[in-house]
């Protein structure tokens, strides 16, 4: 009497896509045979499942829909480090045999503790997800939890803040934020490699200028003078993520500029800024009725046209913007309308980014820009501001 686990997700996975487990028993010859499938999220048994055989002696269970309902999305944050650890789950499985003329539980197998973060993959993403890429404990040049083209610009104002995720599952002591300034001739104006981070599975950095300023030893001068900038995670000395080229926003903008951040695929955050000029609209909603002709004044009736008969007793009005990006190359376009468009939460960065609010973006399709077919590149975003007004009552 044996169960045997053959395949679990890996040791850190999104929960949007199948975290799949496979197992097999040499009694599925036994009358009445099932197989029973613990979840356990968080070390708490969240519910039990009976599996039936459905490979020779094989079955399978997927735990994806049960831990992404268990999982919370973290608030964006102006501090230079979040925990993101808090928007994980552990979860297990143990499978049991059952079987008998009455059929009783027999033999079981546990599977390892495995985590699972709030990030889903497009499918030929996650067939080749390895989490270990994403941790500088276990590769060398780990990359941030972005797709964004590293080839390209990533840019960002000086009152802005910009977002990089990473894994660091090991837990090492003395892990640090590295940071250099350049100006436009490429000299080296300041630096700190040794701004201390919090050693945790999950972190999400916040590297815009104003953060970097608030807790380190570069100054607002060292970025008055800066004309692009990169940001490396060490670990204890010993290895660190990717080298990760920033590069000040600083153009004089003709028209009022707008910046989102959104929850990327990874369950991290992405950021870019929209500075052509946009349009603030609002759709408003009447309730009103009709009321009879005329009214009573003491003994008589009558008609006076500054009382009318189609009443407002109140409106609702929901504001909308229109964003346009600036020319952009193809490269950014694509990643932005594939990141943007399929995240469920939005941000605006509002105060001079010292505070956001949630919006829904209603763009309902994209398309994927070429330079060659689409020539200069541009893109619209339509959004619905999250906060209704409701008048005074009539």
Known sequence: ???????????????????????????????????????????????????????????????????????????ITTSIEYDATASMVTYAIIVYEKYGATPIIQNSQTSSTLKAFNGALEYRDWVNWDYTEYDPNLTQSALFLTYFPRSKRALCGMDENFYLGYFEQTGSAGVTLACELYDIQGNVIASDFSIPLTS???????????????????????????????????????????????????????????????????GSFDSFTFSLVSTQAATLQSYGYQRDTGEWNNTSYVY???????????????????????????DVQQWLVKSLYDSPVVYLEVENGTAFEQVKVTNSNYQLKTRRRDGLIQETVNIDRSFTYRSQLN
Request: proline residues 3%; contains cysteine; charged residues 15%.
């Open 304 to 330: 006076d046209v500054n009382v009318g008969q189609m009443i407002n007793f109140a409106k609702t009005k929901t504001e909308t913007l229109t964003l346009n990006s600036d020319w952009i190359n193809q």
């Open 1 to 75: 009497m044996a169960i045997t686990i053959y395949d679990q997700p890996q040791l850190i996975a999104p929960a949007g896509n199948p975290l799949m487990f496979t197992f097999s028993s040499n009694q599925t010859a036994q009358v009445n045979f099932s197989f029973i499938v613990e979840v356990y999220v968080n070390s708490v048994l969240h519910s039990t499942h009976q599996v039936f055989r459905q490979f020779n002696t094989l079955s399978k269970f997927d735990c994806s829909g049960i831990v992404q309902s268990t999982l919370i999305n973290m608030p």
């Open 200 to 266: 945790t599975d999950f972190n999400i950095l916040n590297v815009g200028p104003q953060v970097i300023i608030a807790n380190s030893t570069i100054t607002q001068v060292d970025f008055d003078d800066c004309y692009k900038y990169f940001v490396s995670v060490d670990v204890a000395g010993i290895s660190s993520t990717e080298t990760f080229w920033i590069y000040m926003d600083l153009e004089c903008k003709r028209y009022d500029t707008y910046r989102l951040h959104w929850l990327n695929k990874f």
